[in-house]
């Protein structure tokens, strides 16, 4: 359960099944037991390796995969195998195995393949009613075969697989044949010969949780003849009419003791959530001492579990609805010293101690997987009273293996409400009875196999699937808890005959990923992150993830609404199958974190994220930034070291941090002892141009930080060194880079300026780094051409046609460069002034020509 689909596993890769431990059983490291004494155990440990694989791609485990693991070289099949094979189909990975890959595994007889292969093909196919599937487990059941055809002698447990199997394969579907079928099984005969005599509670439990499975809550889709003859089973009566080849066997009465249990909880799962009063009213306890002595009480924990199954609404999470099932006539006698002699008071008190494991045990279904608190502290109430009682004189009134078997339900049904949640308080207590080991001396008795069994079932539970997993609530869900959880524990590792062990494995068909895990997509670290949840009536909930959700057949919406990460929204009619996936597969949702935001983790009262925020309010802030500033916005340790080594304003006054600069605490040798420096500090201050760099280089990781464009910092970070080597060295080349900045504010300008302004709403297109900044750039390229502009004067009056003396052959190198990307960034032609009249008239025809207003203004501003 621990280890639940939490490997992944690629198919080239063989699983390898961890050897079973046997020192404590056989006193020594090397000990030799029976093979039959291992047979179940390392079934369990083959089901545990399958189960715990999870394929690297959805089709990566298959029949390649399976026949790759199967043992060479043995005469016969393993146990580990057929284990393994079951766990496979537990977990769906069956579906393409070829019929004559299964045809070799039957025609070996192995009771272990067959019935770990039986129940992996029909977990596999479960609800499909596949042809297939139904044929390999008809073969293996006589009411299933036609009437001429032979009869097979088939070992009891491979029945009991097969039986299970055909209600897996049709569950949900109210099949009236197989209803029919499974229905004469409860109640079938031993036959003349009593060939069928042995271990028939086992056979007729597994037909009624089959029957269960196929018309979990579909009382309206079968015969009202199903539910009175499950009454019978249940209550005793005339046996009811068979059907088919069984009718020459049948007798008059029913076998409690054997048909009662599979009718009991067919009963309750046909009417699941039904909420009827009157099938309800059969499974009432009795309220009498005489009734009381007409039912066994193990029965009596069954009922209650069932009329908690059909009325599904009415069961609250409180210890006070616990005790409600316990009828009032049965209270006074509970746990106290004898008085009266007229009264059985070990039937009272194992009555009582049933019917309120019986109801723990209903509420452990109600809430499964919900996590509910109430529901936990209910029926951890109930676990502590009867665990006190263990170690009183009073725990003879219901004998103390009645108590260790109510104690160990009640810790199971809190183990269904805490599943995948890791909860301590129930830890505590299943740590503390699993120490209840054979010891001389001991205060306590120790454990049953049961026992332990039941104890490790729940510490499983808690921790389902790495805690990614939890259980679901859905009928057919609700019927596989039943079966798995079944509350008759074996009394030794090879004990079958009231509850096929294999069957425990079931619940993995409850399981559902639903741990919603928030990763930072940009550091790869997991995060904490606020979300929403809204169910299919539209009530909102606010949790914090890492955290369950609740069962996502009953929710609509799944958002990330966290301020401090972009936010992410899985809808039920839009992209819910990716929320599946990332719960399933990936385990992780990426996230992307706020620009001025810092995670939960780091700043887990928001005070710092508020204050980085605060600052974008003021827009002049962009102005003054300070270094500081930009710490507050980010945790990147990359973002921080830049703006440590570049943008600390120390820098731009001197040095501040080598060692040279700071002051030591040195005593001379006979010397006062002052602090002094060693020597002057030689560092280099800044010039103005420098800070004027720096101050720029500031304004824009600010912006890129703040507005989360770091992609952009290395290439607004290329313009300002542009702008840098323009002061010394133009070039047409950066010129045009500067043309086509300035063309993509401008063409933004206007498409705002075009868009219809709605009262309440900003506008959406804003640019990546403000437009003041901009059009700063856009001023220093100016004062760059300004200061090239007496020397360029002469040389644009000849290359625009008026007269001039000077000769471009003559001119120097650096005023070529400057005269190229002056004339590029006004888009001024040769020649455009030939032949005009006086300059003045000439700057009119340039203004009109392709160098626009803004150029022709400059140019007849030089020129004049």
Not at 99 to 117: A, P, R, T
Not at 350 to 366: K, S
Not at 520 to 538: N, P
Not at 567 to 589: A, G
Request: glycine share 8%; aromatic share 8%.
């Amino acid at each position: 359960m621990a280890t639940l689909r939490t490997s992944p596993w690629a198919c080239t890769e063989p699983a390898r099944v961890a050897r079973t431990c046997v020192w404590a059983r056989g006193g020594a490291p090397h000990a030799e037991l029976s093979p039959q004494a291992l047979c179940w155990p390392s079934f369990h440990s083959g089901v545990a390796t399958a189960l715990c694989l999870v394929p690297l791609v959805p089709t990566s485990i298959d029949t390649a995969f399976v026949l790759y693991n199967k043992p060479r070289g043995t005469a016969e099949m393993s146990s580990e195998h057929a284990g393994f094979l079951m766990g496979l189909g537990l977990n769906g990975h069956l579906r393409d195995m070829p019929f004559m890959n299964i045809y070799e595994y039957l025609v070996k007889c192995n009771e272990m393949i067959s019935i770990g292969l039986l129940l992996g093909l029909a977990a596999t196919y479960r609800g499909t009613m596949d042809v297939q599937a139904t044929k390999m487990l008809s073969i293996h059941l006589e009411p299933l075969l036609p009437p001429t055809s032979v009869e097979l002698d088939i070992q009891q447990n491979i029945l009991v697989a097969a039986l299970m199997g055909v209600g897996l394969l049709y569950q949900g579907t109210a099949h009236a044949h197989y209803t029919q079928v499974l229905l004469n099984e409860i109640g079938k005969p031993p036959g003349p010969e009593a060939e069928s005599c042995v271990e028939r509670e086992g056979y007729a439990l597994a037909a009624g949780l089959a029957l269960g499975l196929v018309c979990a809550g579909a009382w309206r889709d079968v015969p009202r003849r199903v539910p009175h003859a499950l009454r019978t089973y249940m209550l005793g009566g005339d046996r009811p009419a068979a059907h088919g080849g069984q009718r020459e066997r049948c007798k008059p009465g029913v076998n409690l003791d054997v048909t009662s249990p599979g009718g009991t909880v067919a009963l309750g799962l046909l009417y699941l959530r039904a909420g009827r009063r009157a099938p309800a009213a059969w499974l009432q306890p009795p309220d009498t001492a005489y009734q009381l002595d007409y039912v066994r009480p193990d029965l009596l924990m069954l009922r209650v579990i069932a009329r908690g199954l059909m009325l599904w609404d009415s069961i609250e999470a409180s210890e006070e609805w616990i005790e409600d099932q316990v009828p009032e006539t049965i209270k006074p006698y509970c746990f106290v010293k004898p008085t009266e002699d007229n009264i059985d008071y070990e039937a009272m008190n194992q009555a009582y101690c049933n019917i309120v494991a019986g109801a723990a045990f209903a509420l452990g279904l109600r809430f499964a997987g919900s996590g509910d608190a109430d529901a936990r502290d209910a029926v951890l109430h109930h676990a502590r009273a009867l665990a006190a009682l263990a170690d009183t004189a009073l725990a003879e009134l219901a004998g103390r293996s009645t108590l260790e078997y109510t104690l160990c339900v009640c810790l199971l049904a809190a183990g269904m409400i805490m599943a995948g949640r890791g909860d301590l308080s129930l830890l505590r207590m299943c740590r503390r009875l699993r120490a209840r080991v054979p010891a001389p001396g001991a205060a306590a008795p120790p454990l049953t196999h049961g026992g332990q069994m039941a104890i490790h079932c729940t510490i499983g539970l808690l921790f389902l699937g790495g805690g990614r997993c939890t259980l679901s609530t859905t009928p057919t869900a609700v019927a596989a808890l039943l079966a798995a959880f079944f509350p008759k524990f074996p009394t030794h590792s090879e004990d079958n005959r009231y509850h096929l062990q294999a069957l425990r494995h079931l619940y993995v068909l409850a399981v559902e990923p639903r741990l919603l895990l928030p990763r930072d997509i940009d550091t790869g670290e997991l995060c904490y992150a606020h979300i929403q949840v809204i169910d299919l009536q539209g009530s909102v909930r606010q949790m914090k993830a890492p955290c369950i959700l609740p069962e996502l057949d009953k929710l609509k919406e799944v958002k990330i609404d966290d301020p401090r990460y972009w936010p992410i929204t899985f809808q039920r009619d839009r992209n819910w199958d990716q929320l599946k996936l990332f719960l399933e597969y990936t385990w992780c949702v990426e996230v992307k974190q706020r620009a001025g935001c810092l995670p939960h983790r780091h700043d887990p009262h928001g005070f710092l994220t508020m204050l980085a925020q605060s600052l974008t309010l003021d827009k002049a802030n962009t102005w003054s930034i300070i270094t500081q500033n930009i710490e507050l916005f980010t945790n990147d340790d990359k973002i921080r070291s830049f703006a440590k080594r570049y943008l600390w304003a120390e820098a731009a006054r001197g040095c501040g941090e080598c060692g040279e600069c700071v002051p030591a605490q040195r005593r001379r040798r006979g010397g006062r002892g002052e602090p002094r420096l060693w020597r002057p500090c030689e560092c280099r201050r800044y010039s103005k141009d420098e800070q004027d760099y720096v101050q720029a280089l500031n304004m824009v990781t600010y912006e890129c930080v703040v507005k989360d464009i770091l992609c952009a910092l290395p290439i607004w970070t290329t313009f300002l060194k542009i702008i840098k080597t323009m002061k010394t060295d133009p070039s047409a080349y950066h010129t045009w880079q500067m043309k086509l900045l300035l063309s993509q504010v401008e063409q933004l300008d206007k498409r705002s300026t075009a868009e219809m302004k709605v009262d309440g709403l900003e506008a959406h297109s804003e640019p990546l780094v403000s437009a003041e900044f901009t059009l700063a750039i856009k001023q220093k390229v100016a004062l760059a051409f300004d200061a090239f502009e007496l020397r360029l004067t002469p040389y644009l009056r000849k290359y625009v046609g008026l007269p001039s003396s000077r000769d471009f052959n003559n001119c120097e190198p650096l005023l070529k460069k400057a005269l190229s990307a002056f004339l590029v960034y006004h888009d001024i032609k040769r020649g455009e002034l030939r032949g005009c009249a006086g300059e003045e008239g000439g700057a009119l025809v340039l203004a009109g020509g392709a160098g626009g207003a803004e150029g022709a203004a400059r140019l007849g501003a030089l020129l004049r």
